[in-house]
């Protein structure tokens, strides 16, 4: 496989958002790229850096009308010693692996991922954003591409990376959000792709997630496919709840998205010596723990928000009220210890972090 990597940068930079404080998730992107092609005789070969722009398909192009495609999200940050660092970023490189697999699609070597993720960011150091609570969001993604209709296997790919500076995802703090429990559809289904980071399964969720919103409710909690009695993810993001102290969430699967922030919350409980439960939860369980007293927290988990405080559950038309609708000590603690990590304030004892400059 080729490692090289070709390095042709742009002759009309953009101009960066002036307001760090404010730029919206996905609205605004660096002056470069990653992009790598595959085809069968090749394999992975012409890997470069080269200015952001349009990508060229043909109307034909198989991920058009086959959705055959992947792809990741993770953060570089700045560091208060002005380094650049990237969290976890094999963890991603080795899930979007998971997830070509699942697709039918041809794996890309981690290390060239990685290292592609930190020549991009190096290159495009000026766009890591410097305020509190800012980042630069990466985000790698693989299609399929050439021009051939027909439902089977492309056997081209295209495999890139962009990056786009993000400002706080909380503007005024932790405010925990309003969650739907979803009892007419479903997001994935055993045997499915609901454990691959793939496009269709968004797409999938996007009915119910509208929905949602013009009920006035921020996210959509997603039970299983089959029965729909048992907890699974919400939207983006892994799902956590405190009972009798403990931290209690579900296993990943078939139909649940292997978390790095929902492995990392985990090992930071560990290390502070809090109790955690994999296990599947029904919502039953949720409402009994609720009408107990012994639910005392409930949050989600995942790279945008990090930790997504809940203040409240419905279901059915019943409601669950946490924590006076503030966030929680547990998920504050968890909040607070992990960005630290992310941004050189908390030791990182665990080999998490990647240095880029």
Known sequence: METDIKVILTKNPKDKPEDEGNMPFGKYFSDHMFICEYDEENGWHNARIQPYGPLQIDPACPVLHYGQEI????????????????????????????????????????????????????????????????????????????????????????????????????????????????????????????????????????????????????????????????????????????????????????SILSGITRKSILQIAEDKGIVTEVRKISIQEIFDAYDEGTLTEAFGTGTAAVVSPVGLLEYHGMEMNLNNGEIGPIAQMMYETLVGIQTGEVEDTHGWIEKVC
Not at 113 to 125: D, T
């Open 71 to 254: 792809f990741e999200g993770l953060k570089a940050y700045r560091t208060k010693d002005d380094s650049i660092q990237l969290f976890r970023p094999m963890d991603n490189a080795r899930r979007l692996n998971k997830s070509a697999e699942r697709m039918c699609m041809p794996k890309i070597d981690p290390e060239l991922q990685v290292k592609a993720m930190k020549m991009l960011v190096e290159i495009e150091k000026d766009w890591v954003p410097h305020k509190e609570n800012t980042s630069l969001y990466l985000r790698p993604a693989m299609i399929a591409y050439g021009a051939q209709l027909g439902v089977h296997a492309a056997d081209k790919y295209l495999y890139f990376i962009i990056c786009a500076p993000v400002g706080p995802y909380y503007k005024n703090g932790l405010k925990p959000i309003k969650i739907h429990i979803e009892d007419k559809y479903v997001r994935a289904v055993k045997g499915g792709t609901g454990f691959a980071k793939t496009g269709g399964n968004y797409a999938a969720s996007l009915k119910a997630s509208y929905e949602a919103e013009q009920k006035g409710f921020d996210q959509v909690l997603w039970l299983d496919g089959r029965n729909n009695k048992l907890v699974e993810e919400v939207g983006a993001m892994n799902m956590m709840f405190v009972i009798n102290g403990e931290i209690v969430t579900p296993p990943t699967g078939e």
